[in-house]
């Protein structure tokens, strides 16, 4: 079956540690993107990668860092510099068109807990 | 600042009780508005895309339509199982590929 995993579904941290949040897919797409929900929030965008080696910072990158060696793999780390990292992780993945538009698809998300 | 405004933020409704949820946008150029459905700790899960004016697309009893101002999701004769939270986004024509999202609607029916 084509989806996205990510995994823990439940991760707890200490304050002062780095956690790196796993995604993966193999639906073939080449944008993946990580999103931040906290209660009452939208969606936020944290980071995107829409080709291997190559992503940009989206609209609260300060504090998580992203690498994309594989086309499948798009892993977060959520550093010690963020400050308030409680919250949903979503990852998601898109075919990116230049005409038209690209739906994404979600994983079923990371709960991070910092203790 | 391109924005997505949800309302109501929660509505409960009786089975059977047809109702609509709004979605406001203000967006530079708009590529394509999403419709997502999203339960409690889970991911949300793509229903509709729609992308110009006066577009309708439909699934069971959900049917979502598009102005130039906003998006409409209506649900006739609900179900418990269309419980959930219904989250609206909109990708901008300059902001690539990222979408901006609204805070959602939960949506509550009662048998």
């Known amino acids: 079956d084509g989806g996205i995993t990510q995994s823990p579904k439940y991760l707890f941290r200490k304050e002062g540690q780095n956690v790196t949040l796993s995604c993966e897919q193999n639906?073939?797409?080449?944008?993946m993107y990580w999103y931040r929900q906290d209660p009452g929030q939208g969606l936020r965008l944290i980071y995107y990668?829409?080709?291997?080696?190559?992503?940009q910072k989206g609209d609260i990158a300060e504090g998580y860092s992203v690498s994309r060696e594989k086309k499948e793999s798009f892993p977060l780390t959520v550093t010690s510099a963020q400050k308030n990292p409680t919250a949903f992780y979503l990852c998601?993945?898109?075919?990116?068109?230049?005409?038209?538009?690209?739906?994404?698809?979600f994983g079923p998300g990371t709960r991070l807990t910092v203790l | 600042e391109d924005q997505v405004t949800q309302s109501p933020e929660a509505l409960r409704l009786q089975e059977g009780e047809s109702s609509s949820l709004n979605c406001s946008y203000t967006?530079?150029?708009?590529?394509?508005l999403f419709w997502y459905r999203q339960d409690p700790g889970k991911g949300p899960e793509f229903l509709f895309t729609?992308?110009?004016a006066g577009e309708e697309k439909e699934k069971e009893r959900l049917k979502a339509t598009l102005t130039k101002k906003e998006s409409f999701l209506h649900i006739t004769a609900p179900k418990p199982e269309d419980s959930a939270t219904y989250l609206c986004a909109v990708q901008a024509r300059q902001a690539g590929t990222a979408l901006i999202f609204g805070k959602g609607t939960t949506l509550s029916v009662s048998s």
């Open positions: 998601a993945s898109s075919i990116p068109r230049r005409e038209g538009t690209d739906t994404q698809y």
């Open positions: 729609l992308y110009s």
């Open positions: 967006v530079s150029g708009l590529r394509g």
């Open positions: 639906l073939n797409h080449d944008a």
């Open positions: 990668s829409q080709i291997v080696n190559d992503f």
